[in-house]
């Protein structure tokens, strides 16, 4: 009986954003059809309690099947085609406020071989996003990674340009991506202390420890910060 | 620098399918689109691929968009501007939709955005189920592994212990698969470009990644290993090595290499070339069988397009293994599988390659020699014009003349040409030296012992050569 998670959903939106579901319900590129629209109208006086009672689901019924006798199967059926809709404009939303987001999937769209220039153009704004953030963190090497990756790959790109480091950089960056997650497992099971004869055998893990000690990660605060804990544990 | 307008130049890189699903993002409400705009659309549409930048197919534009009204080129421009920015917002939209992985990450970050972390938890497990079955357990398949058991161990309360440790335990296995396989391929490229440049480098993890494997991590998986045989091939390239990676490529099962193929298509492809221009006729075949075993697996094709490189390359080895009808099926087949704007070209281009195969050294000249060949062909067809003429020399020495004017033009072209780099030039320049050194020594009547000799000697000073190999076969006639 009625979808849970769809009234969730609906329950959380802002007013203003309720109201532009209406939009995408109409919108076919957003997952939008007839039958998203009128469910969408017929449960929007419910907004934003959605608290329905039998009585109510029933009048909601009737709007939606008028002459046909109550089927639950019908009505959750329009409640997914809804659910569907509604997860797309969730979608729309993130895209329409995440500007990193938005450049890293243009800037995907943009590898075919006549759009060189413009890939280069979203790689530099998609760098200058990311070094304005605070925090270096598993998340920030991993954009990393996928930037190099992708440049490199480009078939617009000069891979045997003597000057070229793309790919040094993107060496080095899947290497910190990987520290991120490495280190703080390894801090996880040393601290659960099950690990410890296992960590001793961990050939990788040794040698990011030697690596971080000798200072190879001097200006990297979180992988430093990493060591210590692991010290602390130790 | 490209001077066509930027929302053409998007709009003529999409493919069929994607110019008709954009009309639903035109008219889509959350897309308020000014009626010029949405206008614009339907009036580039019906011709996307041709459109025109020029200011009278601008103006053209114009009064379609405005009738009766004098051309405004801002008011255009801004037309223009709102419709671009609707095929952008249309592009990471669908990349979003059509990307599984994304997708789903980015629902369950709307989610917990809006403190639904149950159903956003939901979602990252079943993403963590759906990536479980993926059949290639390659360094992506590792990467998002390590991503999602490390996503759910942050999530985790903390006196979860158990779930804890062992999350921690995937997530770090997981990491080191994917810092395997990376350390591997970045070592491939990284190597690969030092050997060229013979510059120094620096792979700090890939001794312990190397002793990780022999100590059991990925032992076991057949694509790792290629990843190994690829990188003996860098560092220690011998024959035995090359013939257990082609066989270990060539025998994969159904599920082939994904994202990888492309990859390590071209490891094994590059070497046998390379033992080729080395001299070692046991190679003579295998770059053709290399190019037939990508093209039966479509792994030449991105995004439907071939590379020309790949395309003249295959003319050329099939040229070369005398399989001419076989080439000329080829041709027919894939020409319309490169970019519009080069067929033509490339297909004049094969044909003479074809010709020249036949000896139809008259037939080369009289097809490509006034043809206006772009940038990317206009080296390469100029030298086989220069072939083409030096063996009708070889037949016919009053042909000396013009071939000696066709070495000087061409040596005069590359001096001239400003827009390559000088390495870019180099191995043509070079072809021009020795073949002149050729027909110098030639006219002298030097003995083809002496000239072989000679030649031989600066072949292997100068290293960097276009068509190599019919340089030294045209001393031993």
Redesign the interface.
């Known amino acids: 009986m009625l979808d849970d ?1 769809l009234f ?2 609906l329950r ?1 939106l802002s007013p203003e954003h309720f109201k ?1 579901l209406h ?2 319900t ?5 997952q939008g059809n007839a039958t998203a629209e009128k469910t969408y109208k017929v449960l929007s006086p419910y907004y934003p309690q959605f608290e329905l009672s039998p009585k109510d689901i029933r009048k909601v019924y009737r709007k939606l099947f008028p002459e046909k006798d109550f089927n639950p199967r019908k009505l959750d059926k329009y409640m997914n085609v809804l659910l569907k809709t509604t ?1 797309s404009f ?6 329409e406020s995440d500007d990193y ?2 450049e890293k ?2 800037n ?2 943009f590898t ?4 060189f ?2 890939f280069l153009k979203s790689q530099a704004k998609r760098h200058k996003m990311l070094d304005g953030r605070e925090q270096k963190d ?1 998340d920030y090497w ?1 954009e990393k990674t996928e930037l190099y990756d992708r440049l ?1 790959a480009h ?1 617009g790109h000069e ?2 340009d ?1 000057n070229d480091d793309t ?2 950089q ?2 080095e960056s ?2 910190r991506f ?1 520290m991120h ?2 280190m ?3 801090i ?2 040393q601290e ?1 202390e ?2 410890a004869e296992l960590q001793k ?1 961990d ?2 893990l ?3 420890n030697t ?1 971080i000690r000798r200072g ?1 990660y001097e200006n990297e605060a979180l992988l430093t910060q990493y060591l210590l804990r692991e010290e602390r544990t130790d | 620098m490209n001077k066509d307008i930027k929302l053409f130049r998007i709009l003529k890189s999409l493919s069929r399918k994607e110019i008709n699903q954009l009309q639903s993002a035109v008219e889509s409400p959350l897309y308020p689109l000014a009626l010029p705009s949405q206008k614009l659309y339907h009036i580039l549409r019906p011709h996307y691929r041709k459109l025109d930048s020029t200011s009278e197919g601008k103006k053209n534009i114009f009064a379609e968009l405005f009738p009766g009204e004098s051309y405004d080129d801002a008011k255009l421009r801004r037309v223009f501007s709102n419709l671009t920015q609707v095929v952008k917002k249309f592009l990471a939209y669908n990349q979003l939709q059509n990307d599984t992985w994304q997708r789903e990450k980015t629902l369950a970050e709307a989610y917990e955005e809006l403190g639904l972390s149950t159903v956003s938890q939901q979602i990252r497990e079943n993403l963590y189920e759906r990536v479980d079955q993926e059949p290639l357990k390659n360094e992506n398949y590792w990467k998002k592994k390590m991503i999602l058991s490390g996503a759910q161990q942050s999530a985790l309360l903390s006196n979860q212990k158990e779930a804890s440790t062992k999350l921690a335990k995937e997530t770090s296995s997981a990491a080191d698969h994917y810092f395997a396989y990376a350390t591997v391929r970045h070592a491939l490229l990284i190597k690969s470009k030092a050997y060229v440049f013979d510059t120094p480098y620096n792979l700090s993890y890939l001794e312990a990644v190397k002793k990780a494997y022999k100590n059991g991590l990925l032992r076991d998986d057949s694509l790792f290993r290629l990843y190994v045989l690829a990188l003996q091939l860098i560092e220690e390239p011998r024959k035995d090595v090359f013939f257990a990676y082609q066989s270990l490529y060539f025998n994969q099962g159904n599920v082939g290499y994904g994202e990888d193929d492309l990859f390590l298509f071209y490891i094994g492809l590059n070497y046998a070339v390379r033992q080729i221009n080395g001299g070692d006729i046991d190679f003579q075949k295998l770059p053709l069988e290399w190019y037939k075993f990508g093209l039966n697996r479509n792994i030449l094709l991105v995004n439907g397009l071939m590379e020309h490189v790949d395309f003249s390359n295959i003319v050329f080895f099939g040229c070369q293994n005398n399989e001419i009808d076989w080439t000329l099926t080829f041709i027919k087949d894939y020409i319309k599988l490169l970019p519009l704007e080069i067929q033509e070209e490339e297909f004049l281009y094969s044909k003479a390659s074809i010709f020249f195969q036949e000896n139809k050294f008259y037939e080369v000249i009289d097809n490509i020699s006034e043809y206006p060949f772009s940038s990317a062909y206009a080296l390469k067809s100029k030298v086989l014009i220069l072939k083409s003429h030096f063996e009708i020399y070889l037949k016919d020495s009053t042909y000396t003349l013009t071939l000696i004017s066709s070495i000087l033009a061409f040596e005069s072209y590359l001096y001239r040409d400003k827009k390559r780099t000088k390495a870019n030039k180099l191995p043509y320049i070079n072809f021009c030296k020795i073949l002149k050194k050729i027909l110098i020594l030639r006219i002298k009547k030097i003995s083809k012992t002496v000239i072989s000799k000679q030649i031989r000697k600066q072949v292997a000073v100068k290293k960097v050569i276009v068509s190599k190999n019919w340089l030294l076969e045209k001393v031993i006639i």
Do not use: C, M, Q, W
Not at chain 1, 26 to 30: E, V
Not at chain 1, 112 to 115: D, E, G, T
């Open positions: 998670k969730t959903i959380l532009k939009r995408a109409l919108s076919a590129f957003h997860e969730l979608l729309y939303l993130r895209l987001l938005h999937l243009v995907k769209a075919h071989p006549n759009l220039d413009l598993a991993e490199y078939s891979k045997y003597v790919h040094t993107l060496n899947s290497d990987y997650y490495k703080s497992s390894s996880i099971l659960n099950e690990e055998g050939i990788l040794k040698e990011i690596a190879d």
